[in-house]
């Protein structure tokens, strides 16, 4: 406990901390009017230290904004409750007048000197409730990046300053790759994004193993999305069980099943015989290579034996002539 009293001193006495995005995370909000609880946010620290809120800014989607000028100080992991006047939400909420927040289409933004640290975009389809608010899965506090999405909100009975409970669902895994929004799946609609995900530059997600940092570029225990037993990162497409490194390619069907970056060319049946004529030059073999247009693979053919006839009668034809 000293440990802690002494962070929370360092914050307190420090006027302002530079938040990087992702240190403080929305996690619930309340737009319902005076005779619901009225309007209210919640934010959680996630830095992991006692953090003071003075000269953060709070901004909502029609631009009104309030930048808190008391000390407010919040210890690692727990939550803060910001609230109109009109709010009866809690007497330990900080009140906030210039704020009116929409329950249709909206936006909740918490900025810092550095930038953003967190923001909450939602519409009519996130079907925020009046008159029990919007929550955050509990597993996203931390991660800016996944609540955003409006599959880790949910509507449910306020819970200001305290965990919210999980969102009905959040123990099913939706997208099929292994983990549920309660086993850390932070996205359940891509079987892409996922505990042990590949999370680097190209991922299409911004954090892709779920672990609150955008893009890390560590790669950690890959999934396998088509349960063939190769890993997304050596697996050339990880959503076709047939396609992985190993595998048997079919020759010239224009697919690379076994992941080596070509399709297999037809199988070597070996050289054609010498179909050479009486006199001919023995060391110039009758066969010729041609291309199998069906991939590119060069395939040993014979030379028509009709065709070496025609073409000693036309040499001894001129033979003749030229005598």
Do not use: K
Not at 138 to 153: H, I, K, R
Not at 168 to 197: F, I, K, L, N, W
Not at 206 to 212: H, I, L
């Amino acid at each position: 406990m000293w440990l802690e009293s002494l962070l929370l001193t360092v914050a307190s006495a420090r006027a302002h901390v530079p938040f990087e995005r992702g240190a403080f995370t929305l996690t619930e909000i309340h737009a319902g009017p005076a005779a619901e609880g009225g309007q209210w946010f919640e934010v959680r620290n996630d830095s992991g230290s006692g953090q003071n809120l003075v000269e953060q800014v709070f901004t909502d989607g029609d631009g009104s904004s309030q930048q808190l000028s008391l000390t407010l100080i919040v210890r690692a992991g727990e939550y803060a409750v910001l609230a109109h006047p009109d709010s009866t939400v809690s007497a330990d909420a900080l009140l906030v007048a210039d704020f009116d927040i929409e329950a249709l289409v909206d936006t909740l933004t918490h900025s810092d000197l550095l930038g953003v640290v967190d923001a909450v975009a939602w519409d009519a389809t996130w079907g925020i409730d009046v008159t029990r608010g919007h929550a955050m899965n509990p597993f996203a506090a931390g991660n800016e990046w996944a609540n955003d999405l409006s599959t880790n909100w949910c509507a449910a009975e306020p819970t200001p300053g305290a965990a919210n409970a999980w969102c009905p669902g959040s123990d099913t895994d939706d997208d099929g790759d292994g983990s549920s929004e309660q086993e850390g799946d932070c996205d359940d609609t891509d079987r892409a994004v996922g505990p042990g995900a590949v999370d680097d530059a190209d991922a299409l997600a911004d954090d892709a193993d779920c672990n609150g940092v955008r893009n890390d570029g560590v790669p950690n225990v890959e999934v396998d999305a088509d349960g063939d037993g190769a890993n997304s990162v050596a697996d050339c497409d990880d959503a076709d069980p047939d396609r992985f490194p190993g595998a048997a390619d079919l020759p010239c069907d224009g697919i690379d099943q076994d992941c080596d970056g070509a399709d297999r060319c037809a199988p070597d049946t070996g050289a054609p015989a010498d179909t050479d004529e009486p006199g001919e030059d023995p060391s110039h073999p009758d066969t010729r290579a041609e291309e199998d247009p069906r991939c590119g693979c060069a395939v040993p053919r014979a030379v028509d034996p009709g065709l070496g006839v025609a073409l000693l009668v036309v040499v001894a034809s001129r033979r003749r002539r030229s005598r």
